[in-house]
């Protein structure tokens, strides 16, 4: 089962912040999340593992609230470069890793 | 280290044919991953096989098949074309030791642009 994100889409100006939500109705191993910039493959960004565990990545980072199934990618002074459409992906105890619809992230100058 | 390599690009079918598309993963990678990626739908879970055995499968029809050799590299068959269809498959390796593993970093290839017409 798919999760779900929100929002669809989000339009910044560099140096603004965004969050992007994720969340499953059943029970999660861990969350995944990847950024795909137009033409690209998919590229990692960070796993979040069961423990509420927090990650980063340059200036995005991720929490993780096992109790309520929910993931959010924090995206902080938005650079040009953060252009892409985000996804995560949620993995479950059968191993099976799911993605959402995706996030559309334009940072403009 | 190469990367995951998808053969080929582009594909142009006609509905009703058949195609099989190729994923050569990163070396020492042995579980491979599939997903079907369509505007507005995100990537869509198809399969994934480790070490030859299918792990793990999404909601396609029987029409979606894959399979995976000794050596890694896995292969994709879609029977009987339809119009929807047409999307880029994408393929994923990770290095999943284990049958019982949660997955690591997948890699993504290109992907294969597929148009049935």
């Known amino acids: 089962q798919q999760p779900v994100q929100s929002p669809q889409a989000v339009i910044l100006r560099e140096g603004e912040d965004a969050v992007i939500n994720c969340s499953s109705s059943?029970?999660?191993?861990?969350v995944h999340w990847y950024r795909q910039k137009h033409g690209e493959a998919p590229v990692f960004l960070m796993i979040?593992?069961?423990?509420?565990e927090q990650k980063g990545h340059d200036k995005i980072s991720a929490s993780f609230n096992e109790k309520k199934q929910q993931s959010s990618l924090y995206l902080t002074a938005s650079q040009l470069s953060y252009s892409g459409t985000y996804f995560c992906g949620t993995e479950r105890d059968d191993y099976k890793l799911s993605f959402g619809a995706g996030t559309t992230v334009t940072v403009r100058a | 280290k190469a990367g995951v390599t998808q053969t080929p690009r582009y594909l142009i079918k006609t509905r009703g044919q058949q195609v099989t598309l190729s994923c050569s993963p990163i070396s020492g990678h042995r579980s491979v991953s599939w997903y079907q990626q369509t505007p507005g739908q995100g990537l869509q879970f198809l399969f994934e096989y480790f070490s030859e055995t299918q792990r793990n499968k999404g909601n396609f029809p029987g029409r979606f098949s894959g399979r995976q050799f000794s050596n890694s590299r896995s292969e994709m068959n879609v029977s009987t074309l339809e119009l929807g269809d047409s999307a880029l498959y994408l393929c994923?390796?990770?290095?999943?030791?284990?049958?019982?593993?949660?997955?690591?970093?997948?890699?993504f290839g290109q992907g294969t642009r597929l148009t049935v017409v």
């Open positions: 979040l593992l069961k423990g509420g």
């Open positions: 059943k029970a999660l191993y861990s």
């Open positions: 994923a390796s990770s290095l999943v030791v284990g049958w019982g593993q949660t997955n690591t970093e997948a890699f």
